[in-house]
């Protein structure tokens, strides 16, 4: 997320007043099955 949201790719300027653009989908699931996968590995247990 923070590797896509500081790329040329988002087209945002951290540095700038305005607010981060909206993450595309298939950033969002990226994100979600690398901590979905952190989970059951630190927990041994399956997420639901």
Do not use: H
């Amino acid at each position: 997320m923070r590797d896509w949201l500081t790329s040329a790719e988002s087209g945002w300027d951290k540095d700038s007043d305005v607010a981060p653009p909206a993450l595309p989908a298939d950033v969002v699931a990226r994100t979600r099955s690398r901590y979905v996968e952190a989970y059951e590995k630190i927990t041994g247990r399956t997420f639901a």
